[in-house]
């Protein structure tokens, strides 16, 4: 039986890899991030999925896997993903992103 992703409300769709990896490629379209760096954190984020043993998640709960691994990949991309996912409305909301990106900068050095 395929994983099933609930979105908002009570809509339900089988969980699609394909659609998984154009949204991370587009918040890393242009950046130095290898395409074997891509398929690694996808590789994770199904893990995850598998490991858990669920039928079901939300698509919160994979968004919220999705912007880990692009934050370990590329800052840039994370606030790309961020503020499309977070809903950024305002300059402060853009502001509050950057600055969560930031955060380990000093320990990743991306």
Same mark, same amino acid.
């Given at each position: 039986?395929?994983?099933?992703?609930?979105?908002? !409300?009570?809509?339900?769709? $089988?969980?699609?890899?394909?659609?998984?990896?154009?949204?991370?490629?587009?918040?890393?379209?242009?950046?130095?991030?290898? $395409?074997?760096?891509?398929?690694? $954190?996808?590789?994770?984020?199904?893990?995850?999925?598998?490991?858990? !043993? =669920? &039928?079901?998640?939300?698509?919160?709960?994979?968004?919220?896997?999705?912007?880990?691994?692009? &934050?370990?990949?590329?800052?840039? $991309?994370?606030?790309?993903? !961020?503020?499309?996912?977070?809903?950024?409305?305002?300059?402060?909301?853009?502001?509050?992103?950057?600055?969560?990106?930031? =955060?380990?900068? !000093?320990? =990743?050095?991306?």
């Amino acid at each position: 039986m395929p994983l099933i992703i609930k979105k908002n !409300g009570s809509v339900r769709e $089988a969980y699609n890899s394909d659609k998984l990896r154009r949204s991370m490629q587009i918040a890393l379209r242009k950046r130095p991030v290898k $395409a074997s760096e891509l398929d690694s $954190a996808i590789s994770r984020i199904e893990k995850q999925l598998q490991v858990s !043993g =669920e &039928k079901e998640v939300t698509s919160k709960r994979v968004g919220d896997m999705v912007m880990l691994e692009l &934050k370990k990949l590329d800052n840039v $991309a994370y606030v790309r993903y !961020g503020s499309v996912y977070f809903n950024c409305g305002t300059l402060d909301d853009m502001i509050k992103l950057v600055e969560n990106a930031g =955060e380990d900068q !000093g320990k =990743e050095g991306k």
